[in-house]
Nanobody, 125 residues
Framework: QLQASGGGLVQAGNSLRLACAVS????????MGWFRQAPGKEREFVAA????????FYADSVKGRFTISRDNAKNTLYLQMNSLKPEDTAVYYC????????????????????WGQGTLVTVSS
């Protein structure tokens, strides 16, 4: 089970940190990702963290502003979002795969078997 939290309403330029608590799954050896879906748009990749120590990946639109990290002791995935923009407004979803997909597959929602319920981030201008 994945439980996302931390969303809210912020002004542009500010920061938020999302968290995704994982239970009942093998967190340490799993690859995890964040996706987002804005109103009227398709779900898109934001960031991914391969099983511990094997790399992080970002969408170009968030590179340099967002940081994905994981706390294996707490079975929790984080997304630190800085310098937020109105175009970052979306429902953010965390996702997990217990497989070990190739890098190119990490960017696609089909690589992940488990999904959280989503948390809404609204950035006002």
């Amino acid at each position: 089970q994945l439980q996302a939290s931390g969303g809210g309403l912020v002004q542009a330029g500010n920061s938020l940190r999302l968290a995704c608590a994982v239970s009942g799954l093998t967190f340490r050896s799993s690859t995890m990702g964040w996706f987002r879906q804005a109103p009227g748009k398709e779900r898109e990749f934001v960031a991914a963290s391969r099983m511990s120590g094997s790399g992080t990946f970002y969408a170009d639109s968030v590179k340099g502003r967002f940081t994905i990290s994981r706390d294996n002791a707490k079975n929790t995935l984080y997304l630190q979002m800085n310098s937020l923009k109105p175009e970052d407004t979306a429902v953010y979803y965390c996702a997990l795969t217990e497989k070990n997909p190739i890098v190119s597959w990490l960017y696609t929602s089909g690589a992940y078997e488990y999904w959280g319920q989503g948390t809404l981030v609204t950035v006002s201008s």
